[in-house]
């Protein structure tokens, strides 16, 4: 017997919502999954009339989502807001290329114009050269970081006020896992944070929109709605620890579905004892950007490359740092230290 | 997705190899006999010397438990809180000056109501535990956990602590000694204490058979078994709560290892209790004000607790729980514990960098104080309410509105209607809020529940099978915020 939608009561059921259990049909699925997050970006106060976003797009269903609801939602609820496409080209052969051509398909379907900065321009390496030197491991921080930067760098030349990120409520209850078990105290603050501090100096804030959907209905929405997205792992070696944690999660979610929500629940209540020591932020004496350290991370990693010490960037070596301002050689036991390891 | 600095990796992946015929790290003589950390050597001796120290530094450092205080002891009978029992036994043996100078005493909450053990099992347990509490001397209480349904509501409030604890310490321990100089010279009166003891051991440990079944219908409403280890551990507390206050103890010592410790702090985020994750898992928690759990075994991982008890012959008595024999995935606190337990034999930092992670947090409840109205406590697990809900995006908001979005209008109306009852008889059919009973309905009872206990509510199918003391503590409250509502007009409010 056909289940009829528990919302509107009038139509055919076609899906069971992952984060409440209700049975709906597709058109309240929609409405439901639209208006969610409408409610997050009103509550939240992520935007202002007349500001300019840029929406960090990857090809990938998080971005893709994040960039077909902002549309609908910009025109729907008059946001006013000039919405861009912005795109990293970490250069791996056989994933981003391939992913690349998604975004530019999805330009021309949302009708939104689209950039994309590559780290071959912006550092001058690919991640394809920095794999062939640092191996198979520790590569995701390369990436990571310079992605990071690299996205700023494009949203600043875009002259762009906001840029948001597909970061889904899986992503965020994932990181406050993975943080705990690092113990990494002021990541496990911040990362709950729904869109970062607009008043830093350097950074543009960026928002995560998609912060409460589960990653499930982004998945549901993107099938229903026919959506066009990529849907490759990374070529490159996933992290293994990270993978731990998100096993775990997923595992929780299938004992109880409302763990995901729980975990983020209990991560926004968290609060941190007065007394621990947290990174204050600065900025970079090289190349300016929000930094807690003399150096950004990024240009350690960088300095590390070129030098042909790719471990340089790798762990914390902050007493090399100084060294690395003066453009000092390093001695050959330190030296030794950083090469990259052969299997 | 890929995260920045994945730095400690290499710190995590470190592992040892026993080395054999290795000299003991601490007296650098003897062979060592146990290595209890990365490259920490222990020979038998050193060990032994090294945890009894742990135990008294954590008491010395923490300087919380007052000379001729009474303690009462949760023992479970399990590795770790048998060993807190022998270090308690250790730390009361030895001669002055360093002699613990608090009154211990045993509590052992009887659960097999709910774990499924036939009765002469629960009895063997029983008398094998009595047999160890005996030989230690202390007073010591077996409490069947049915008698949840004898307890008072007042158990539920929090008592405002009577004392400011710390300032006072020093001149408490100075008192002490000069008293105990006095005592010196007189015989101190043990026998009688002695004799009372075997009075009070007897008392407390008759259950009724229809208390039985309650219970057993309480735990079968719950529809998961991470509600049903929830609510244990709620119940539980409760009744270890009620005994301290009657019997007159003032501190609560928990047997909660490290490796326990970062697996609760682990479940506890996943539960959504991360408001209350500092009280939950810090060495002192004084949520109920004038008894103050503590857990003076937290820097032990489960492998020392292991060794000591292995070396030193500490017993300690295998009791059946709600989840032993359970899958993997049966609960979350289940699923927590095996992904810390495999995790950690991988990386071995593991343990450890969670439970810091924890140390580096602080309680969301204010502490209490006299003169202003206390802030509104969580029905069951009495920490502060972490529901408000802000014109901010939150978690439990947006969790609310998925729930209002999905739902439709006749669900809508069901649920506005539920408990008041407005003339229409479908909907007192459903929610059976006409019935004579006086018990609220679940939807009530949610408003004074924290979000985790919510969830666990949430899973129970009838809320009258919960034990009298909550209900009618529930009704009080109710009551308490109607009649607020009502005068709401004429009060003037207090600034936060």
């Known amino acids: 017997m056909p289940i009829q939608c528990s919302s509107c009561a009038k139509h055919r059921a076609v899906l069971r919502r992952p984060k409440t259990g209700h049975s709906l049909c597709k058109s309240c699925f929609f409405w439901a999954f639209e208006e969610e997050i409408h409610q997050t ?20 269903k998080d971005s893709t989502v994040l960039a077909h609801v902002l549309k609908v939602l910009n025109e729907r609820y008059d946001y006013g807001l000039k919405l861009l496409l912005l795109s990293v080209d970490e250069g791996i052969t056989g994933y981003r290329d391939d992913s690349l051509e998604t975004v530019k398909r999805n330009q021309q379907q949302y009708d939104l114009p689209l950039t994309i900065v590559s780290y071959e321009e912006l550092y001058g390496w690919t991640m394809d050269a920095i794999v062939k030197q640092v191996g198979m491991k520790n590569n995701c921080t390369f990436c990571g970081v310079f992605r990071r930067q690299a996205l700023d760098r494009g949203a ?30 002021a990541r496990l603050r911040r990362c709950t944070a729904i869109s970062t501090a607009s008043d830093g100096e350097g950074a543009i804030p960026r928002c995560k929109p998609l912060k409460y959907a589960y990653e499930k209905e982004i998945v549901l929405y993107a099938y229903f709605k026919k959506l066009d997205y990529f849907s490759t792992e990374c070529i490159y070696s996933p992290n293994a ?21 729980d975990i983020i629940h209990s991560g926004e209540n968290l609060s941190v004892r007065e007394g621990v020591k947290m990174p204050v932020q600065g900025t970079c004496s090289h190349c300016g950007y929000i930094s807690s ?51 | 997705m890929c995260q920045v600095d994945e730095e400690y990796d290499s710190l995590l992946e470190q592992k040892s190899l026993p080395a054999v015929s290795k000299k003991c790290m601490k007296c650098k003589e003897a062979t060592a006999a146990l290595l209890i950390r990365v490259g920490d050597a222990f020979c038998r001796v050193c060990f032994k010397e090294y945890f009894i120290h742990k135990f ?27 060993c807190m029992l022998a270090q308690v036994q250790e730390g009361l043996s030895r001669d002055a000056p360093k002699k613990l100078r608090f009154l211990p005493g045993v509590i052992y909450i009887d659960e097999a109501g709910v774990c499924g053990q036939t009765p002469e099992e629960r009895e063997k347990a029983a008398v094998q535990l009595e047999n160890i509490f005996r030989m230690t001397g202390f007073p010591y209480h077996i409490v069947p956990l049915e008698q949840i349904f004898t307890l008072p509501e007042s158990v539920l409030e929090s ?13 408490a321990v100075d008192q002490h000694i000069r008293t105990e100089l006095i005592w010196a010279h007189e015989e101190p009166p043990l026998e009688e204490s002695q004799d009372a003891v075997a009075q009070l051991s007897l008392q407390a440990s008759t259950y009724k058979p229809e208390h039985t079944l309650a219970l057993e219908e309480l735990f079968s409403s719950l529809k998961t078994l991470t509600a049903k280890q929830d609510m244990l551990n709620t119940l539980r507390q409760h009744l270890i709560l009620h005994t301290a206050r009657i019997h007159g103890y003032s501190k609560v010592m928990m047997g909660d290892s490290c490796t326990r410790l970062a697996i609760k702090v682990l479940t506890n985020v996943s539960l959504g209790r991360g408001a209350a994750l500092a009280a939950d898992t810090a060495f002192s928690d004084s949520r109920y004000g004038d008894v103050v759990m503590l857990r003076p075994m937290r820097e032990y991982s489960s492998k020392e607790i292991g060794f000591y008890n292995r070396l030193f012959e500490v017993q300690s008595v295998f009791i059946p729980g709600l989840d032993t024999k359970a899958a993997n995935k049966a609960s979350i606190q289940r699923l927590t514990e095996s992904f810390v337990v495999k995790l950690q034999a991988d990386f071995p930092s593991t343990v450890s960098t969670v439970y810091r992670t924890s140390e580096k947090l602080h309680t969301a409840c204010p502490p209490q104080s006299s003169t202003t109205e206390p802030a509104p406590k969580c029905l069951l697990c009495l920490c502060a309410l972490d529901t408000k809900i802000t014109d901010d995006a939150s978690a439990f908001r947006a969790t609310l509105l998925s729930k209002k979005l999905s739902r439709g209008p006749l669900e809508e109306k069901k649920h506005s209607d539920a408990g008041c009852c407005q003339g229409k008889e479908q909907a007192c059919r459903d929610g059976g809020c006409c019935s004579t009973s006086r018990v609220p309905a679940a939807t009530d009872l949610k408003s004074l529940l924290c979000y985790s206990c919510r969830l666990t509510i949430k899973d129970l199918t009838a809320v009258d099978s919960l034990p009298p003391y909550i209900t009618s503590e ?21 600034d936060e």
């Open chain 1, 293 to 343: 350290q003399a150096l950004c991370k990024s240009c350690v990693l960088l300095e590390g490359l070129n030098r042909g010490l790719p471990k340089l960037g790798i762990g914390k070596r902050h007493q090399l740092h100084d060294k690395i301002l003066a453009r000092q050689a390093l001695t050959k036991h330190e030296e030794k230290k950083l090469k990259a390891v052969d299997f």
């Open chain 2, 56 to 82: 008294r530094a954590m008491l010395g450092k923490n300087r919380v438990i007052f000379p001729k205080e009474k303690v009462l002891l949760a023992v479970s009978g399990g590795p770790a809180s048998s």
């Open chain 1, 241 to 261: 620890y990270r993978g731990h944690a998100r096993t775990f999660l997923k595992d929780l979610e299938a004992v109880r579905p409302s763990a995901i929500m």
């Open chain 1, 41 to 60: 970006i009103v509550s939240a106060r992520l935007f202002n009339r007349g500001e300019t976003v840029g929406i960090g797009a990857s090809g990938g």
């Open chain 1, 156 to 185: 600043m030349m875009l002259n762009v006020d906001k840029i948001c990120t597909g970061h889904n409520a899986d992503d965020v209850a994932e990181t406050v896992l993975m943080n705990m078990l690092r113990g990494d105290i």
């Open chain 2, 159 to 171: 008592v405002c602590s009577r004392e400011q604890v710390g300032s006072s310490y020093k001149a």
């Open chain 2, 474 to 494: 529930a009704e009080k409250r109710q009551r308490r915020a109607a009649m607020k509502k009502e005068i709401g007009e004429f009060l003037l409010e207090d």
